[in-house]
């Protein structure tokens, strides 16, 4: 397994030879893996902080891009959300997330990963009175979402086998 060089370490404190070894954890997980499924919800138009803190700890010049040492690997991005943002949609072109993340985890320039990508769109339909006319827009979404989940989980086992 490789590893984050440490030797540079010793011109840092402890907490930060602490965070530079738990990046290096990150790294080795991901640069390790044959597959990835990320589940990536909208929250606020963009994905949840948490969600960027790790990419910001794996997203590395020399390791993890440039090379990009995951390149071709396939990854299944699922990014669920309340509203709806496509075309027609009152909020089309909002959608921060899935294009923000497909760039990030699928350009050549970046981690270089094969990304296929679910969107459930509407999920607050049937919890929403005043979103009750797009119940059949929410359960065709739903229903196009599973069926694609189904497709692509069928083929990362393949995968990984």
């Known amino acids: 397994m490789a590893h984050i060089s440490t030797a ?3 011109e840092h404190t402890e907490e930060q030879a602490a965070a530079a070894a738990l990046r290096g954890e990150l790294i080795d997980e991901f640069v390790n ?13 963009t994905m949840p902080s948490v969600f960027k803190a790790w990419l ?28 709806s943002y496509g075309p027609e949609a009152p909020y089309h072109g909002f959608d921060y997330v899935v294009p923000t993340l497909e760039a ?4 050549a320039e970046l981690l270089s990963l094969d990304v296929a990508t679910v969107v459930p769109e509407l999920t607050l339909a049937p919890h929403t009175a005043s979103m009750a006319p797009l119940l059949p827009k929410h359960a065709a979404s739903m229903a196009e979402a599973h069926d694609r989940a189904r497709y692509l ?7 990984a086998a």
């Open 8 to 10: 540079h370490l010793t």
């Open 33 to 45: 893996a044959s597959a990835y499924l990320y589940t990536v919800p909208m929250y606020n138009l």
């Open 153 to 159: 989980a069928t083929a990362l086992t393949k995968v």
């Open 56 to 83: 910001d700890q794996i997203v590395v010049v020399g390791r993890t891009v440039r090379p990009a040492p995951a390149a071709g690997r396939p990854a299944v991005l699922i990014s669920a959300r309340g509203g």
């Open 104 to 107: 990030i985890l699928g350009r």
